[in-house]
């Protein structure tokens, strides 16, 4: 069988990129390392927050189809690759993922094929990494016998307002020919197009995208900690500054930055800067004030239980929200992970409140769930609001007779302290 597309890494980016081209009439089939997943999505199941189960249905009755084997790379049109490009445990560039994805596509590859990346890298990736890579491992070469083509993914997960369908698509091309047949199948997916000048263009916009949340978001950070050392309102602070119409884009503080996207692709620039003898001193700064961010929030938390008689060794701590953003699932690089190991090292019992979330595990021990949330909040010595989920009720916790440390500046109480 032949198909229009095969997605390669069906995560938070391939999978809503499968679900839109069998939208629009695609044949689809996606390509995954992980038996759980493409059994799951076989059988009807989503593992992703944007995508239901419903529309996995759907797109099997379309004849979407999940597998392991990449021999369907073969049969297959458009090949767009989706998979993650992270950090390695010392927080370099880990493109081993992306590299072993070329691969298997290189070895299938066939004459007229469009190949397209979509996983974000620092600029020079298509050309240097993915380029000699296809066209080593096929014989075939870019421009003459297939076209090449990266455009950065802009998924935001839990964002009714800006899907695929409407979040304009920056799209690039190895040659113009390459770029010309990227515009034509993304022109089937997306309602807006922006063509790129080159690849290292596009890769460069992803990037500098997501190093602007960064560092707005470390400025911000650095302002709440001054204004907490000064007495000052932060809250009051973004609140009269975002009535300014032109000028100012507002952000809010919080115990840290997390996702795939943010906390990961400045270190891509960062990295790439440095082999090119440059410095982005405002990227260290930014990484070095959104790295204190949980500390500052378990040294509040204690001084909060210090007002009580009491100290954070023994005390009981309900974590609200543990994910990196509010109404999703996703935990990835969530900063919960670090305020939850501080406050364990400092002798706290440590549980956690998220209907989004099964089992968070910090380091190598779980954190027990607790699913009644009245239950935990009467049981708890204090509470750490580390995510405003839309079921916490703000009446609801500033009714509570512990102290409440609301890191997202929504609760208001007596009890409420606001970080």
């Given amino acids: ?217 470390a400025l911000v950070d650095e302002v709440a900690l001054f204004c907490d050392r000064m007495g000052i309102d932060i809250w009051d602070v973004l609140h009269c500054a975002a009535t300014k119409p032109f000028g100012f884009a507002a952000f809010s503080p919080g115990a840290g930055v997390g996702g795939h996207c943010i906390p990961v692709d400045p270190r891509y620039l960062a990295v790439k800067a440095e082999s090119e003898g440059f410095s982005f001193r405002i990227l260290s700064a930014a990484r070095e004030v959104l790295g204190r961010m949980p500390g500052h929030v378990v040294e509040r938390a204690a001084g909060l239980l210090e007002e009580q008689g009491r100290s954070l060794n023994g005390a009981r701590v309900l974590l609200l929200g543990v994910t990196y953003k509010p109404d999703i699932a996703d935990t990835r690089e969530s900063p919960a992970y670090a305020v939850a190991a501080r406050l364990r090292a400092r002798g706290a019992d440590v549980a956690y409140h998220d209907p989004y979330v099964s089992e968070f595990t910090v380091g190598t021990a779980p954190l027990r769930r607790r699913e009644d949330l009245a239950g935990a909040l009467a049981d708890a010595d204090l509470t750490v609001l580390l995510q405003d989920h839309s079921c916490y009720d703000s009446a609801l916790l500033a009714r509570t007779r512990c102290p409440v440390l609301d890191t997202r500046g929504r609760t208001a109480g007596a009890r409420v302290t606001l970080l």
């Avoid at 069906?10 to 499968?18: E, V």
């Avoid at 379309?62 to 950090?87: E, H, N, Q, Y």
């Avoid at 070329?102 to 620092?122: I, K, N």
Wanted: net charge negative; aromatic share 6%.
């Fill in 1 to 217: 069988m032949t198909y229009d597309l095969a997605v390669v890494g069906l995560g938070y980016i391939g999978l809503p990129l499968a679900q839109r081209a069998c939208a629009v009439g695609l044949s689809v089939v996606g390509c995954d390392t992980s038996g759980r997943v493409v059994a799951g999505l076989n059988a009807g199941r989503s593992h992703v927050d944007d995508v239901s189960d419903a529309d996995v249905s759907a797109m099997r009755e379309a004849g979407f189809l999940a597998t392991r084997d990449p021999a369907v790379l073969a049969d297959s049109a458009t090949v767009v690759v989706c998979v993650p490009t992270g950090l390695t445990p010392a927080g370099d560039p880990d493109l081993e993922s992306l590299r072993a994805a070329v691969r298997a596509v290189a070895a299938r590859l066939r004459p007229g094929t469009l190949v397209v990346v979509e996983s974000t890298s620092h600029p020079g990736t298509t050309e240097e990494v993915v380029r000699p890579l296809l066209e080593e491992g096929s014989g075939l070469r870019v421009g003459d016998d297939f076209h090449l083509a990266y455009s950065p993914e802009r998924i935001d997960p839990g964002n009714p307002s800006f899907t695929m369908r409407n979040t304009p698509r920056v799209v690039s091309g190895c040659t113009p020919l390459c770029a010309k047949y990227a515009v034509a199948f993304y022109s089937k997916l997306v309602e807006t197009v922006v063509v790129a000048r080159g690849t290292r263009e596009a890769e460069m916009a992803k990037l500098l995208e997501n190093t602007y949340r960064y560092v707005n978001i």
